[in-house]
């Protein structure tokens, strides 16, 4: 069921990307290439798709008609995330030269093409929630967006992230503050916007929201469970990158065991959240998918 739906909606959303990022014939041409570099480079499309699922949810509807209205919306979660990863990847930063099993974005260009790819990446991305039609709506939404991304949200985390490096003690707390800005703010500011497009009461928006939130954290324990163990086939880049950047993470902290334990009760608690929600497969898969990456 999963694997159809994503099919089906990642071709719908690739083809409004293509067409949201036709810059073929305009200048500066190594920005544009850039841009479409690292957005057509093999990206799961998992923002966008659990915005899509959450709104057919919402409106008891599996129908791939509901969502073309905001294919904008889903366009401006996976720039949004893509930006994020040419500047994580940064030598200045997270210094990985892979992303996907290819050369990352300042490899393949340089890094201030990549620095400047990101910053296009993330301005056309609230540009895209301006061309919802509901122009009020279009308004809430751009300003889900900006708490994701901002320092309350995906900047913040990253920010910590640097500064805790090189620390020979790291509270857990510290790292659930960071993997919940850096991973978790997307993932639900894209259940956030599906419950503003569907107008559904606010109580609905928080528990989806904690759904989202503890996938996202699973999602980032398991990455780094991956990174320790030396998974390059799942990473879609080379292990022990932690470790060579001096970060704590997970398993550093409570061990393989705990974290393994830790992001399987995460999972347990995101669908129990969801489980007695109406035509709510797509979402309940979404955390088997997720379980699935755990070794």
């Known amino acids: 069921m999963l694997r159809n739906y994503f099919d089906t909606r990642t071709k719908l959303l690739d083809e409004a990307l293509k067409n949201y990022l036709n810059y073929d014939k305009e200048q500066p041409a190594q920005l544009y290439q850039a841009m479409k570099y690292s957005m057509f480079s093999g990206g799961k499309r998992l923002r966008p798709i659990l915005f899509f699922a959450t709104y057919e949810m919402l409106m008891q509807k599996d129908d791939i008609e509901l969502i073309k209205p905001f294919l904008s919306v889903g366009c401006a979660l996976e720039m949004v995330h893509s930006a994020s990863l040419i500047h994580d990847d940064l030598p200045s930063l997270d210094n ?110 928080n528990t989806l929201s904690t759904y989202a939130m503890n996938l996202g954290l699973a999602y980032q324990i398991i990455d780094d469970i991956l990174d320790d163990v030396g998974d390059f086939e799942t990473l879609g880049k080379e292990p022990f990158e932690d470790v060579k950047n001096h970060k704590k993470t997970y398993p550093t902290i409570l061990g393989l065991d705990k974290a393994r334990k830790l992001a399987d009760k995460l999972l347990e608690d995101s669908y129990k959240l969801v489980k007695n929600m109406k035509n709510n497969g797509v979402l309940v898969e979404f955390v088997t998918m997720i379980k699935d990456r755990l070794p």
């Open 96 to 205: 990985s030269n892979e992303r996907r099993g290819l050369p990352s974005c300042h490899k393949k260009f340089n890094p201030a093409i990549a620095i400047l790819a990101g910053d296009a990446l993330l301005t056309k991305a609230f540009e895209m929630m301006t061309l919802v039609e509901d122009k009020e709506l279009a308004v809430h939404l751009v300003s889900i967006l900006c708490n994701a991304v901002s320092t309350r949200g995906m900047l913040g985390g990253q920010t910590v992230d640097v500064l805790s490096a090189d620390k020979q003690v790291l509270q857990i707390n510290v790292l659930k503050y960071v993997h919940s800005k850096k991973t978790g703010a997307l993932l639900e500011a894209a259940v956030k916007c599906a419950c503003a497009c569907a107008f559904v009461d606010p109580s609905v928006t």
